[in-house]
Every structure is written in structure tokens, then in C-alpha cells.
């Protein structure tokens, strides 16, 4: 089994070697939401390579059996979560289901799509954990149709205390397979960033809103 540590620059090394995660220290991304970052993440990109959809898979895997060993069905957040979860779920015998972002506007109008039973025990599959807005919204809606969220396992997370704090509030606990400190550390190692950006990078993630507004 896969120690965390290993996990994390696995996927790090992964994301950054097919440019699924992209660092521009000095010439920030603008993100849909208005807000300035030197990163861009793209981890839909990691479903064109087997190889490292395979490692994420079984990443995944290792950190559920490891933290959710009661798990009984894995749910894919629409739509960067969906691939992953059914990977995961193939290896581990169990069934599968998908939460939208929003409910069809017609038919059964469905938020969960799959067969859910109440009570059942669920971890959430996600690609990308930022503020976690989205991320719980998932569990939530799993919490709603009368299953148990266990848990919210992404591929990767910013690390904003934002999100921390809006997990510890809903009670929901969460993680991720790489973060965005190892991802740094990672690129250094790569030669992907140098040295003197890392301050400069760093400080994103713990003032991201002032961030290129200078």
C-alpha cells in the first residue's frame, strides 16, 4: 500500500508532467470567478492517459480502504469526479452513483442519478477541492436522499482555509490525493518553478483573494 506522502507526489508529478496543472507565478490566470491565480488546474486532462488514471484510481483506493473502510457506495461529483469514481468503484466491487449540479428539468428531475438507498454509507469522488462550495453541495445532496456522506476524497486540493473551515462547519470530513504545498514542492524538484517564485506562490493560498491585485 501506497504511504500518503508517496500518494501525494505521485499525483503531483502526474498532474504537472501532462500539464493538467499549470504555475504562472508572473502572469496570473484569471479564474470564472474574477479571482487572479498563478495556478490553473485542469485534472479532466488525466482521463486521456491511462497510466496516471490508473495511479489516481488506485490512490484512491488505498486512502477510502485506509479511511472509509465502511463504505458501501462511491459517488462521483459531475462532471470531473464522474471517470474517477467509476474506476474506483470497479475496483472495489461496489456500486456507483452521480450527483448533478443541479436536478434534470425533466422526467424524475433527479440531483443523484444511480440506485441509493437510505442509510447507505458513501464517500464523494472529486477532482479538485478550491473553496469546497461545490464539493459539499455533493455530500450534502447524498445526505439529503436519506444515505451518510462519509467523506469527500479529491485528486487535489488548494488548500484554502476557506474550504477547511466550510467542511468543519458541515460536519463533512475531507482530503485530497496531492495539495497544492506538495504540488510546489513537486515543481521545484521538476525544475517546473524556481526557487526565488516559491514565496511569491506560496503566499496564493493563504491571501488568494489579494492576490495580482496589487
Known sequence: MMTTETIAQ????????????????????????????????DNRLTIS???????????????????YPDVEVIAGAATGGIPHAAWVAQKMNLPMIYVRDKA???????LVEGVLR?????????DL??????SLKVALAVNAAGAQTL???AIMSYEFEKAAEAFTEAGVPFGSLS????????ALE????????????????????????N
Open 10 to 41: 505521485k499525483v503531483a508529478a502526474a498532474l504537472l508532467n501532462i500539464e493538467a496543472v499549470a504555475l504562472r507565478p508572473h502572469q496570473p490566470f484569471t479564474w470564472t470567478s474574477g479571482l487572479k491565480a498563478p495556478i490553473y488546474c
Open 49 to 67: 492517459y491511462p497510466e496516471i488514471r490508473e495511479l489516481i484510481a488506485d490512490a484512491f483506493v488505498s486512502v477510502i480502504q485506509e479511511k
Open 104 to 110: 434534470k428539468g425533466h422526467g424524475k428531475e433527479n
Open 118 to 126: 437510505p442509510g447507505q454509507k458513501v464517500v464523494v469522488v472529486e
Open 129 to 134: 477541492i478550491s473553496t469546497g462550495g461545490s
Open 151 to 153: 467523506g469527500v476524497q
Open 179 to 186: 495539495s497544492y504545498s506538495t504540488l510546489l514542492s513537486t
Open 190 to 213: 521538476l525544475g517546473k518553478i524556481k526557487q526565488e517564485d516559491m514565496a511569491l506562490l506560496q503566499a496564493w493560498s493563504q491571501n488568494p483573494a489579494e492576490y495580482g491585485n
